[in-house]
């Protein structure tokens, strides 16, 4: 029985190195040195190499390096039985929640501003927000959002969330439904995408969401490039009705060279990292589940295929 580090776009030594330090008894391997591949039962991954899964014959569940699984749910060669799990850890939620704070903080204090000032040698008081009279919307009140909904109130914004369906969160005015969209979005002065990729959500982020934005608002993008419309984003921007746009997930990643967002005066890009799993902190639920597998026990964070997360 082994576990197997398959992806082509992480480097498989610190997490081998993780499992092993954890459990040195548990055999892991890291593709392409497979081994046996009649005793793989546990695959780990992100971007599965191509032709993998037809060649695991025992295969008992695949586990996300990361809290999203869009790329495995569309993955045919994985047998729909194989139960898939996603990453839900503190430590990659508290990631998630200093970029959304560090890039509204930025914008909400005019950091661009200060050191634009400061390069130049001014001295010039200018009036700042107040944060009372300052809301964030998040799109999305899963695990990530609502962790970062709940530490940008605790500073002292409003804040609240549009969610598929009906929910509630203490503390922050839910919307729901697409019907309700608009009336969410009328109060935004910021709106953060923490939604994960389903059929529904592609594209919500279109010229008709960003329309239904007060002017000046600020968009922030940790779900999934698939969620916005590039064109219409970048219209909004050009436009100057969208302040501000903070991208760390694209369509296609890496961000093609060519892409106007990398020279738009009003987005700033990062390269997918806002909330990268560490190894040391997510192998243990992976080894924990592992252990359930073998033992036939009930799998943790496993994937609602329907739900689509
Ligand atoms: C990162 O994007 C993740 O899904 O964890």
New binding site residues.
């Given amino acids: 029985m082994t576990i197997l580090f398959a992806c082509t776009v992480r480097d498989a030594r610190p997490w081998l190195l993780a499992f092993q330090t954890l459990d040195p008894e548990i055999p892991v391997r890291a593709w392409p040195d497979g081994g046996e591949l009649d005793a793989v039962r546990f695959v780990v991954t992100w971007q599965p190499p191509v032709g993998l899964f037809p060649r695991l014959p025992n295969l008992g569940a695949v586990s996300s390096l990361?809290?999203?699984v869009e790329v495995l749910l569309a993955n045919p060669d994985i047998p729909t039985d194989v139960p898939l799990l996603r990453?839900i850890d503190a430590n990659?939620t508290g990631k998630m929640t200093e970029y959304v704070v560090l890039h509204i903080l930025r914008q909400h204090r005019d950091l661009a501003r200060i050191e634009t000032q400061q390069r130049a040698g001014t001295w010039l008081r200018f009036p700042t927000r107040d944060t009372a009279r300052t809301t964030v919307g998040f799109l999305g009140l899963g695990t990530l959002g609502r962790h970062a909904a709940a530490q940008v109130q605790a500073l002292g914004f409003q804040v609240r969330g549009w969610t598929r369906a009906p929910r509630h969160v203490d503390g922050v005015e839910v919307f729901h439904g697409r019907d309700m969209l608009p009336a969410f979005l009328a109060g935004c002065d910021y709106l953060v995408c923490l939604l994960p990729q389903t059929p529904e959500t592609a594209g919500i982020v279109d010229a008709a969401l960003l329309a239904s934005l007060p002017p000046g608002a600020h968009f922030i993008n940790g779900g999934r490039g698939s969620h916005v419309v590039d064109a219409d984003l970048l219209a909004a921007l050009d436009s100057g009705r969208l302040a501000s746009a903070t991208l760390d997930?694209f369509t296609t990643e890496p961000l093609p060279p060519s892409h106007r967002f990398w020279t738009h005066p009003r987005v700033t890009i990062t390269p997918?990292n806002a909330?990268?799993?560490s190894p040391e902190s997510v192998a243990p639920q992976m080894l924990e589940n592992y252990r359930r597998l073998v033992a036939g026990q009930p799998l943790l964070n496993r994937v609602d295929r329907a739900r689509g997360y």
């Fill in positions: 990361g809290a999203g990453i990659l997930v997918h909330a990268d799993s």
